[in-house]
C-alpha cells in the first residue's frame, strides 16, 4: 500500500509539473515575424530552421535563445528581444541569456530595460566583468554617468585588461567634467593597448577641456592616422555575436562581389538592406556612394556622401568615392580637392592614391601620376589593376622595359586575364628590342591560356609566337 502511495504522490507531481509546465509555455510572448524576404538565401535558410526548432520545442529556453542570439545578429532587434526574453522566462538562471537579453534591449532602444536586466544579472553573478562594463555603457548613454563611472570602475578593477572598461571610464569622467581623471584613464589605456582610434579622440577631447591645445591636436592626429585600428573585445558573448556576423561584413562583401561581376543592381539591393538595417553605418553610405560615383551617377552618389558626412564628416572613403565620382565626370580641379582630402585623412588610402593618379592624367601630368601609382602599389602590391595602369603609363614615358616588367608581375598570380597581361608584356618587350623576353612572356602566357582551357587566348598568343619565330629565321 506504501508503494503504491508513493507512486500515486509521484503521478501527481509529475502531471502538476507538467500543467505548470505548460501553463508558463502558454505565458510566454509571441514571437514576432521577421522580414526574411530582406535577408540573405543562406541567412534565410538558417533563420528558418531556428524558427522550426521553437516551434517543435516551446518550452526549450535555449532553441529560443539560439533565434534570439541569430535575430539580434542580423538585426532584427525587437524579434530578438522577445525571442530572448522567452529564452529568460524559461531558464532564468542562465547568465548567457540574461546577457543577451539585456543587448536586445540595448539595440531596440530600452535602455532603462536594459540597464535593469544586467543589474538584475550582476546579483546572481556578482563577478561577472563583461555585464558590469556593459552596464556602465549603458548608464553613460542613458546619460547617468555618475552610475557609469562607478560601474566601470568595479569593472576595471575586476577586468583591469578590459580596455573597452577603460575606455568608457574615460568617457564617464569626461562626462563629469572631470578632463585631468579622464586624462590619466585614458593614457592607462593606451599604453596597455597601444594605438586605438576612439581612446585617441577622446584624449584629444580632455586635453583640449585641460586647455592642453598642442597634445589636444596631437592626438587628434593620432586618431586620423589610426582611424578603423581597435583591439579586439575580450568578452566570449559578444565574439559569438561577432561570428554570427553582427556587423554589415556579409552584406558589403556580397555588394563588392556583385559589383566586380558587373551585377550592378544586385551590388545597389545589397548595400541599400544595409543601409536600411543600420542607417548609422557610413561605410555602407561610402560603398553605395563609391559604386554610383564609378558609373558617374550624381545625384544618387551626392545623397549618400552627404548622408555619410552627417554620421561621420570625416570619414576618409566618402571623400575618395567622391573623387572618384568628379573624375568620372572630368572634373579634375574638383577630384583633386576630394582626393586630397581623402589623403589627409587617411595617408595610406591605396584607392585615393590610384584615383588621385587618374586625376593627374587627365590634366597631362605623368610624372605625378607615375609617383601616385607607385606609392598605391607600395600600399597595396596585389593589386592587379593598379599594376596594370602603372604599365600603360610607362609604355606612354616611353619605358618598355618597365611597362613589360608591369605587366609581367600584373599577370601573377594566375587568373582568366594572365594570358593578356603575358600577351602584353611580350610587345612591351618587343617595343624595347628585346625579343627573348618576348619569346618566354609568351611562352608563359600560353601556358597560363593551355591551363585554364582559354582557346580564344591560346590561339592569338601561338599566332604570336609562329610571327615572332619567323621573323627571327629572316
Avoid at 585554364?452 to 599566332?463: F, R, S, V, W, Y
Wanted: glycine share 6%; charged share 25%; net charge negative.
Amino acid at each position: 500500500m506504501k508503494i503504491r502511495a508513493m507512486l500515486l504522490t509521484l503521478a501527481a507531481l509529475m502531471l502538476l509539473a507538467a500543467c505548470t509546465d505548460q501553463e508558463l509555455i502558454d505565458s510566454l510572448p509571441p514571437i514576432p515575424p521577421v522580414p526574411l524576404d530582406a535577408a540573405l538565401p543562406a541567412v534565410q535558410e538558417q533563420l528558418r530552421e531556428l524558427q522550426s526548432a521553437v516551434e517543435d520545442r516551446p518550452g526549450n529556453g535555449r532553441a529560443a535563445a539560439a533565434l534570439g542570439v541569430h535575430y539580434l545578429a542580423y538585426q532584427f532587434n525587437d524579434a530578438a528581444e522577445v525571442a530572448l526574453r522567452r529564452a529568460v522566462q524559461l531558464d532564468p538562471d542562465n547568465a548567457d541569456f540574461a546577457y543577451f537579453h539585456a543587448e536586445a534591449r540595448v539595440r531596440s532602444g530600452d535602455l532603462a530595460g536594459a540597464a535593469e536586466s544586467l543589474a538584475t544579472l550582476l546579483t546572481h553573478t556578482p563577478g561577472d566583468s563583461a555585464a558590469r562594463r556593459r552596464l556602465g555603457q549603458v548608464l553613460l548613454e542613458q546619460g547617468d554617468a555618475a552610475g557609469a563611472r562607478d560601474a566601470l570602475a568595479a569593472a576595471v578593477s575586476e577586468a583591469p585588461d578590459d580596455v573597452y572598461a577603460r575606455l568608457a571610464l574615460g568617457q564617464a569622467f569626461l562626462d563629469l567634467d572631470q578632463p585631468r581623471q579622464a586624462a590619466e584613464a585614458l593614457n592607462e589605456l593606451l599604453e596597455q593597448s597601444g594605438p586605438f582610434d576612439r581612446a585617441h579622440l577622446a584624449l584629444s577631447q580632455a586635453y583640449r577641456a585641460l586647455g592642453d591645445q598642442s597634445q589636444a591636436q596631437a592626438e587628434l592626429a593620432r586618431y586620423a592616422r589610426y582611424r578603423g585600428k581597435r583591439p579586439t573585445i575580450d568578452d566570449p558573448r559578444l565574439a559569438a555575436l561577432l561570428q554570427l556576423n553582427i556587423s554589415d561584413a556579409p552584406l558589403l562583401e556580397h555588394a563588392a562581389r556583385m559589383h566586380a561581376a558587373g551585377r550592378l543592381e544586385e551590388a545597389v539591393k545589397a548595400l541599400e538592406l544595409a543601409i536600411e538595417r543600420n542607417p548609422d553605418a557610413v561605410s555602407s553610405r561610402a560603398s553605395l556612394l563609391a559604386l554610383y560615383a564609378s558609373q558617374g551617377l550624381e545625384a544618387p552618389a551626392l545623397k549618400h556622401f552627404e548622408a555619410g558626412r552627417a554620421i561621420d564628416p570625416d570619414y576618409p572613403p566618402l571623400f575618395y568615392g567622391l573623387g572618384v565620382l568628379r573624375n568620372r565626370q572630368l572634373l579634375p580641379v574638383e577630384a583633386r580637392k576630394a582626393l586630397e582630402q581623402a589623403l589627409s585623412l587617411d595617408p595610406n588610402n591605396a584607392n585615393a592614391r590610384y584615383e588621385l593618379a587618374q586625376t593627374a592624367r587627365f590634366e597631362d601630368n605623368n610624372e605625378e601620376a607615375l609617383a601616385h601609382l607607385r606609392a598605391a602599389l607600395e600600399l597595396a602590391p596585389e593589386a592587379r589593376h593598379m599594376r596594370v595602369a602603372l604599365a600603360q603609363l610607362l609604355l606612354v614615358q616611353g619605358d618598355p622595359g618597365g611597362a613589360a616588367d608591369a605587366f609581367e608581375r600584373a599577370a601573377k598570380p594566375d587568373s582568366p586575364r594572365s594570358p593578356e597581361l603575358w600577351f602584353s608584356a611580350s610587345q612591351a618587350w618587343l617595343n624595347g628590342g628585346d625579343k627573348e623576353r618576348a619569346r618566354q612572356a609568351l611562352e608563359s602566357g600560353l601556358a597560363s591560356a593551355r591551363s585554364q582551357g582559354l582557346q580564344t587566348d591560346e590561339q592569338k598568343i601561338n599566332a604570336a609566337l609562329q610571327s615572332l619565330q619567323t621573323n627571327e629565321v629572316r
